[in-house]
């Protein structure tokens, strides 16, 4: 019983990052209609950037200040990238282009910090470091913000994309390029505003990250990036509540997997369990009717 | 009919294009000979990429030998110069360099991981090509007399340490982490569990798992009292950190770490939990041998003062010096046209080696396996210290 | 319906998709109030007309003024800002959102009182306020032209393109959806400029028409007077 | 011929199988990443028939070709349901799929890898000899009814379904045809590294393989054999300070090459004056002898 409550609250904290990743994800294919693989990779580098400069100057703050610009950078200068292919309605073409700044964050992360190795963050950047201790039990209160934060995130992105006019128009533009130009929204512009947004949230991500794990490192963006896309998948693509929903069960599963079934299983059946459901379902788990 | 020959043409067309490439590319790959005015010696390592904390240093300590042999003289007149070949923990890229040197090199020195030298040691012993690498000791059997190991053999000392450890302690059941993607680990595991009687059973931590806490949790109810730990740094410092927060062990002592374990930024993700934890470093970083310091120095002006920790330097470093003795003692010449007789000299000699002073004291040979004085490290205040166990 | 006023000119407008030239030196007008008509069989380079007028494809020669501006120079969000609202062809639903997501889009760039259009869109089209939260792609087509046609009148424009109104829509909605487009004009006086296939039912409601083919104007006139011409007749009537 | 220029030839024709395995699904409008996935099976396939009964090269060939047709099918069979961005994303997933179950087959080697592959000296000669074979078929396949069908699939799927195109059947022609190709690639680059691990049938493999379609082309089946010796020629025969350099070289070709020749290197165009400009010599030289 004790092993199995420990792996639940694991398993939550886990899917909790888990779920800010879908929810990036989830946002940019809002925005425009692309499945950015990268976006794990745009997060682990945000983390990287405060590594370094914290490590430089020794302010937090101002390693803050800077992973939200660095986040804030690499999206919008990603932006332009998607543009031409968005225009020609080259959906499967994006997946590539995504993983192609993956691989160039990755990249730069292993060349330029710490030459390749493990960034570890220290006490003052991660912010909160007490931890409730029952049993085998450990719950950190670095994990239950990042919860209540992923639900905040989550509310403050689809009200936005939702209920405000901005937001439709970034919506419309994803849905329907030709449409949303001829109701005069302004490409670029809203384009640029949604990656934006979507850097902002990498850079928050990182934040949690360094508040959960306390550590980075390059091969992270590859794991998580799999990982998110089919969870997003999975859920539904633009599924913001199905996305948290099965973020969170499958970081449960996942703990649950890494206890109770021997290690070496656990990845086949992660992604064999989420492969069959999504043949099943493709329209995502929580899709109601398929389109007609 | 037209059909079939614009097929044809298309065909010869590509294989031309092939063929010319060929050409073009043949002219490049000459760059590997040996010349007789100097001793090239390729020296494959993982410079860049996941394990670079490792490479780099292996390459650097081969160069430093270089430069001393070098100052000395060099290996019968002639000076020696390192050709770094970076396989960026890469078995495919290391296989490359193997097919590009196999026609010319004497000797291969590397790889620094054990993929790629498993990988490389097939073409090696089938074309005859001396090698000395990070093997555990069933492949060395297999390859038998063409590859050395560079440093002692993990998978006996490990072991070796494990059984002492528990016997000064007093431990009675043993859980071991293991790392499922890395080769030598798997090995290891299947050596305890064979031959140490207080083997409970392994946990396997997946590379890149996010949340280790379900790994400790497992291992504390399978009821052991020691802690054995192989997988990678990056999870194998998590695992220590949930262990103790955890209450699994009452101090670090109950936990012993293999080298591939405890790697760079162990400390620091473990932390305070690191504290008293043991392991094999199979280097003594505070070694009052005189080469050792020199190298030590020499190193730290080339890291930004960064201290060497890590044993490829040492064997690297070893390697390069043996290259010189078996050089001198046989009369290696370097002509192409015995290069055969010669491969086969280098590898006997390296082989079953006479003593040979390296930096921390003399090392020598038997059957491939280095016999070489290997440290037992616990972590003290936060550095590591060496200690003997009682 | 004696407006002198000029909304919108378009003078030897050529446009090229690469080296076919698809519109060729065209003349237009569109006076205030008016419901003009261009027809042509397919091809024949309406909505290439009509997506340059919006800015969706580059002008190689010629101006279009729309109430003093010059278009050619512009932005499709600029162009849509001054005052114009189209209705694509093929409807441009975006279905993954609701019938109301969809007609608040059509103010996007417009500042007007949303909720007032917003009972006068439900008073000419009902079907639309019972569907309201239904997503548009769950639309039968009828009820996503008239979707269409809200989106684009909910903002106010001066003027109103409309392309393919009746493409795969049956008789009789089609003659609904002009009955309300004479409504709306006479009502709220809308200037609208149709690019249709279905010659009759455009000459039959619209006020004046052109006669594209292969990228030019071959005549234009009165729609009435056209309806009664014999090539015209002939060529796209049926008679 | 030398074995650094052997192992290359050999490698390069190994990409161009598994990238010709990516573009027959590309022809019918699909992204498929399984084709890593294949080429571990009919690897592994090739490799441990080859180390257990000492099977000769070509026999292991046709073994990979068979597994690579099961084992294409059956995921196949899946993603005829699917759409486009599900199946793309979808089949990366059986790349860790594999790996996982590799790793727990212990007479594979699991993770310890599997070693004592046969070495085969003519290797190169008999690449080059598969590559003619898959090539005529693959010129022959797009240019027969499946070929087209796939074509209208990928220019309209309605469309292509008014026409009579059952989608479904050919999206599992597609799927289990590619496979083979990849399986056949598998299997050459078994022979040509000799070790074989889970790991190296990687996610990096793929990104090698996607960026050898797009920038060689991927209309037409001759891009990639300009494109893939070019590319893999930087890992290999450039200066060690450009090598390193590799993945951005890789990554920042495959961005630009989509962003602004959305065609590739080799057009379609460009092989149709090329085919033009051989049949009006043809056609000249006919006249001539005449």
């Known amino acids: 019983m004790e092993l199995f409550l420990a792996q639940l609250v694991s398993g939550l904290s886990t899917g909790g990052i888990y779920a800010l990743l879908v929810l990036g994800m989830n946002l940019i294919t809002l925005v425009r209609n692309v499945v950015h693989h990268g976006f794990s990779h745009t997060c682990i580098f945000t983390m990287a950037v405060g590594w370094l400069v914290y490590n430089k100057t020794g302010m937090p703050w101002l390693a803050f200040l800077a992973m939200f610009a660095a986040g804030v950078l690499v999206t919008v200068l990603s932006e332009p990238l998607f543009r031409p292919l968005s225009k020609r309605g080259a959906d499967l073409e994006t997946i590539v282009l995504a993983m192609g700044i993956g691989i160039i964050l990755s990249e730069l992360i292993v060349n330029f910090f710490n030459s390749g190795q493990v960034l570890s963050f220290n006490d003052e950047m991660k912010i909160f470091t007490t931890k409730f201790q029952v049993g085998a039990i450990t719950v950190s209160v670095a994990s239950i913000v990042a919860l209540v934060a992923c639900v905040v995130i989550a509310i403050i992105i689809s009200t936005y994309l939702f209920k405000s006019s901005e937001g439709r128009a970034m919506r419309a533009m994803a849905q329907n390029l030709r449409v949303a130009k001829m109701l005069g929204v302004p490409f670029g512009k809203t384009g640029v505003l949604g990656f934006l947004i979507a850097g902002l949230l990498a850079a928050c991500i990182g934040v949690i990250c360094i508040m959960c794990l306390g550590y980075c490192n390059a091969e992270m963006g590859d794991s998580f990036a799999t990982k998110a896309v089919i969870l997003m998948l999975f859920a539904g693509q633009g599924d913001i509540k199905g996305g948290i929903l099965s973020s969170i069960l499958m970081g449960v599963v996942e703990a649950m997997a890494l206890a109770y079934l021997p290690g070496r299983w656990a990845e086949a059946i992660f992604y064999g369990f989420m492969m069959v459901i999504i043949i099943i379902k493709p329209n995502g788990l929580f899709a109601r009717k398929a389109k007609n | 009919m037209k059909k079939v020959l614009a097929i044809v043409i298309a065909v010869m067309m590509l294989s031309s294009l092939m063929a010319g490439f060929a050409f073009a590319a043949e002219d490049g790959a000459e760059g590997g000979a040996v010349a007789v005015t100097e001793w090239e010696i390729p020296v494959l390592s993982a410079i860049t990429g996941p394990v670079s904390f490792v490479g780099e240093p292996a390459i650097w300590a081969a160069n430093y030998a270089a430069e001393k042999i070098n100052e000395a003289g060099g290996i019968e007149g002639v000076p020696v110069k390192i050709v770094p070949y970076d396989t960026e923990f890469d078995p495919q890229k290391g296989m490359q360099y193997i097919t590009q040197l196999q026609d010319t090199a004497l000797f291969i020195g590397g790889c620094v991981a054990a993929p790629v030298c498993e990988a490389e040691a097939q073409v090696l012993y089938e074309e005859h090509i001396p090698n000395i690498g990070s093997y555990v000791s069933s492949a060395l059997d297999e390859y038998a007399p063409y590859i050395c190991a560079y440093m002692g053999d993990s998978e006996i000392l490990d072991l070796e340490l494990c059984k002492e450890w528990m016997a000064a302690k007093g431990y009675e059941k043993l859980v071991m982490f293991y790392s499922p993607d890395d080769t030598a680990q798997a090995a290891t595991v299947d050596r305890f569990a064979q031959e140490v009687p207080e083997y409970l059973g392994a946990v396997e931590v997946p590379t890149g798992t996010i949340d280790c806490g379900p790994l400790a949790v497992q291992a504390m109810n399978m009821g052991a009292d020691a802690f054995w730990l192989g997988c990678r740094t990056e999870e194998a410092s998590k695992v220590c950190k949930e262990l103790v927060e955890r209450g699994a062990v009452e101090s670090g002592e109950q936990i012993c770490a293999t080298f591939s374990a405890m790697g760079a930024g162990f400390l620091e993700i473990a932390g305070e939990t690191a504290e008293g934890t043991y392991a094999y470093n199979m280097l003594d970083v505070n070694c009052p041998d005189e080469t050792w310091q020199e190298l030590s120095e020499a190193y730290k002006a080339d890291h930004n003062g960064d201290a060497p920790t890590y044993p490829p330097i040492q064997g690297f470093y070893n390697m390069i010096v043996a290259l010189k003795a078996c050089f001198e003692d046989l009369g290696i010449t370097g002509d192409p046209a015995v290069l055969q007789e010669e491969r086969e000299a280098i590898a006997e000699w390296l082989n079953n080696s006479p003593e040979i002073e390296g930096c921390q004291g003399t090392f020598s040979w038997v059957n491939g396996v280095m016999q070489i004085e290997a440290p037992v490290v616990q972590v003290q205040d936060g550095n590591y210290v060496v200690v003997t166990m009682e | ?239 | 011929m030398s074995s650094g220029l052997a192992y290359f030839i050999t490698l390069v024709i190994v990409y161009i199988l598994v990238v010709w395995g990516a573009l027959i699904p590309f022809r019918a409008g699909l992204l498929y990443n399984g084709t890593v996935y294949v080429m571990a099976i009919g690897g592994y396939t090739a490799g441990f028939l080859s180390k257990t009964f000492g099977l000769n090269f070509w026999l292991c060939i046709i073994a990979a070709i068979i597994t690579g047709l099961i084992f294409g099918f059956i995921p196949a069979l899946g993603f005829a349901r699917t759409n486009g961005i599900v199946t793309a994303i979808s089949s990366m997933a059986l790349i860790f799929i594999i790996q996982s179950i590799i790793k727990n087959i212990d007479f594979l080697g699991g993770t310890r890898g599997l070693r004592g592959i046969a070495k085969v000296p003519a290797l190169p000669w008999f690449a080059i000899i598969i590559l003619i074979i898959f090539g005529a078929f693959l010129y022959r396949l797009f240019n027969s009814r499946i070929g087209r069908a796939w074509e209208a699939i990928a220019t309209d799927p309605q469309m292509a379904q008014t026409l009579g195109v059952d989608t479904r059947k050919m999206t599992v022609i597609a799927l289990t045809l590619s496979s083979v190709f990849a399986a056949v690639g598998g299997a050459v680059f078994a022979f040509n590294i000799r070790v074989i691990y889970p790991g190296t049938f990687s996610f990096t493999f793929l990104l090698n393989v996607m960026t050898m379609l797009f920038v060689g082309g991927r209309f037409t089946q001759w891009g990639v054999i300009i494109s893939a010796p070019l590319l893999w020629s930087i890992n290999v025969y450039m200066p060690e300070a450009v090598q390193k350099l590799s993945n951005y070289i890789f990554a920042g070709l495959l961005i630009i090459v989509l962003m602004l020749r959305p065609e590739g290197l080799v057009t379609r165009k460009m092989i149709l004056s090329v085919k033009n400009f051989f049949k009006g010599l043809f056609k000249k030289k006919a006249r001539e002898t005449v």
């Not at chain 3, 319906?1 to 000119?9: A, G, V």
């Not at chain 3, 909505?47 to 101006?63: C, D, E, W």
């Not at chain 3, 000459?203 to 309806?227: F, H, I, N």
Request: aromatic content about 6%.
């Open chain 3, 1 to 239: 319906m004696e407006q002198t006023n000029t909304l919108l000119k378009i003078e030897n407008l050529s446009v090229y998709y690469g080296p076919i030239c698809a519109v060729k030196k065209i003349d237009l007008e569109v006076k205030q109030g008016e419901i003009v008509a261009v027809l042509g069989a397919n091809g024949a380079g309406k909505s290439t007309m009509v997506n340059t007028i919006i800015g969706l494809m580059k002008a190689k020669t010629g101006s279009i003024q729309f109430d003093g501006k010059e278009l050619t120079k512009m932005r499709t969000d600029q162009i849509i800002q001054s005052g114009i609202s189209v209705v694509p062809e093929g409807r441009g639903m975006l279905s993954e959102m609701t019938v109301m997501e969809n007609l608040q889009m059509g103010v996007y760039h417009h500042k007007v009182d949303f909720n007032s259009n917003l009972e006068m869109i439900f008073s000419y089209f009902p079907r639309l306020k019972e569907r309201q939260w239904q997503k548009a792609g769950t639309l039968s087509g009828g009820e996503q032209q008239m979707l269409a046609i809200g989106r684009s009148i909910i903002g106010g424009p001066k003027l109103l393109l409309m392309d393919e109104l009746s493409l795969a829509l049956s008789p009789l909605y089609v003659d609904n959806i002009f009955k309300t487009l004479v409504q709306l004009r006479n009502e709220k006086g809308f200037t609208i400029l149709l690019a249709e296939q279905n010659a009759r039912k455009a000459l039959q409601y619209s006020d004046r028409a052109y006669v594209l083919d292969l990228g030019k104007t071959v005549m234009d006139g009165r729609s009435s007077e056209l309806m009664d011409d014999p090539f015209v007749q002939k060529a796209y009537l049926g008679a």
